[in-house]
């Protein structure tokens, strides 16, 4: 009995053998528990860390392509991915205010193929590349100053007065690819890159810019990727005036009328009525209301020899400049298996048409992009495909109708 009360009068501080092991294990678990949270917290923060640092910096600074070992980066590739849908959708808002959603759904529809949107873009910007590498080697530069010129006046800002307008002109033909590429059944089309209003100061200009690169960040796109594409699209016109640089604009024409005939037989008949004494124009006109294939009248306007050559053949253009005017050929044979008789009706020193100096700008350009094309070296890499943006998207919300809508109907 004294020996239970001496235990019950101990200090209950003091712990018992038993007690202090179990302390020891609960403390040992305790520090192997919050070692382990420690361990897997730093893992998991190390692993957020190399998908962040992945994503914003190794990934946008991979190449998607690479043009004669000059890379087209993630980033570049996805921001001007960003830049043709917001061009595109802010083009879709303009139409369908004028025209109607109905007109514009299957743009809009196509923005949803982000493939097709994206390999349409891959393949801009490697010809894009190839006409600036192709620049340099021409001597062909563009100076910063001349693009800051060139959004001043995209906006309306003329720093050294308000210039005289010029004459208007026919449009050049659009830029033909430089390879057939399988896109999108509508382009993606584009637009001014800056608001026209008539004249703006220079205070209403620097607004007008900062106003504009706030809205393309918005959207994901830096003011250099903004920069890059207008300062492409005055490349490509100082690059076309180089290729123009030897053409003349007085070249040697002539004028035609023009009998063809799908046999030689044919052919022969009209030419012994023509030796025989009757008039070219009443052949001509005979021809014209024939209702058959075999025989057909053409009256050529004045044009070059080099474009002659293209619709009929070196051979008849040759003799068309050769014949005096007034005069009438001989039964002459096309490449296509055609027969012709030909009266020059006028053969004169002129100056050459817009649309003449035109085609023969883009033939020129379309031979230059083509041979560079065939001597380099394009890689692309497949996993771009996986990087291609899906924003912005259209708000459709926004595709209201107006009165605008009616009345264009």
Not at 63 to 69: M, R, Y
Not at 71 to 88: D, G, H, N, P, S
Not at 90 to 97: E, F, H, K, P, R
Not at 240 to 255: F, G, I, N, S, W
């Given at each position: ?59 946008p600074?991979q ?7 000059t ?18 959708i ?8 004028m ?24 393949n ?97 796109v ?57 008039p ?34 070196t ?95």
């Open positions: 009995m004294a020996k239970r009360n001496q235990r019950s009068d101990k200090d209950p501080t003091v712990l018992t053998y038993k007690e202090q092991a179990r302390a020891r294990r609960e403390t040992k678990i305790r520090r192997q528990t919050l070692i382990a949270v420690g361990v897997l917290a730093s893992i998991v923060l190390v692993i957020l860390v190399f998908a962040l640092v992945s994503e914003l910096i190794v990934k600074g190449p998607v392509a690479l043009v004669n070992g890379e087209i980066t993630t980033k570049q590739f996805q921001e001007r991915v960003r830049l043709e849908r917001a061009q595109t802010n083009l879709i808002y303009q139409y369908a205010d025209l109607g959603v109905e007109q514009v759904s299957g743009v809009a529809a196509q923005l949803d193929d982000y493939e097709a949107v994206g390999e349409q873009v891959l801009t910007m490697t010809d894009e590349l190839l006409v600036r590498q192709g620049a340099t080697a021409l001597g062909v530069v563009l100076l910063p100053e001349e693009v800051d010129r060139e959004f001043e006046v995209q906006a309306g800002y003329y720093r050294d007065g308000t210039p005289t307008p010029l004459p208007t002109s026919t449009p050049r033909p659009s830029p033909t690819p430089i390879s057939p590429t399988e896109t999108v059944a509508t382009p993606i089309p584009s637009i001014t890159p800056m608001p026209t209003p008539t004249v703006v100061t220079a205070e209403g200009f620097g607004q007008l810019y900062k106003d504009r690169v706030q809205d393309l960040k918005r959207n994901g830096s003011e250099t990727t903004f920069r890059d594409w207008v300062e492409y699209q005055m490349l490509e016109t100082r690059v076309r005036e180089y290729l123009m640089r030897d053409v003349a604009t007085q070249m040697d024409h002539v004028q035609m009328d023009v009998l063809t005939f799908a046999t030689a037989e044919e052919a022969n008949t009209y030419l012994v009525r023509l030796n025989a004494g009757e070219f124009d009443v052949l001509t006109e005979e021809a014209g209301a024939n209702s058959e294939d075999s025989v057909s009248a053409t009256t050529v306007a004045w044009t070059p020899q080099k474009e002659l050559g293209e619709r009929w053949g051979v008849v253009a040759q003799l068309a400049f050769a014949l005096p005017v007034g005069s009438y050929s001989q039964v002459t044979a096309t490449e296509e298996g055609q027969y012709l008789i030909l009266l020059v009706t006028g053969h004169e020193e002129r100056e050459a048409s817009q649309s003449l100096l035109s085609s023969r700008e883009q033939a020129l350009y379309t031979q230059w992009t083509e041979g560079l094309r065939e001597q380099a070296t394009i890689e692309t890499l497949d996993y771009w495909r996986k990087r291609v943006p899906t924003t912005p998207v259209i708000d459709f919300r926004a595709l209201i109708p107006t009165a605008t809508t009616a009345a264009a109907q």
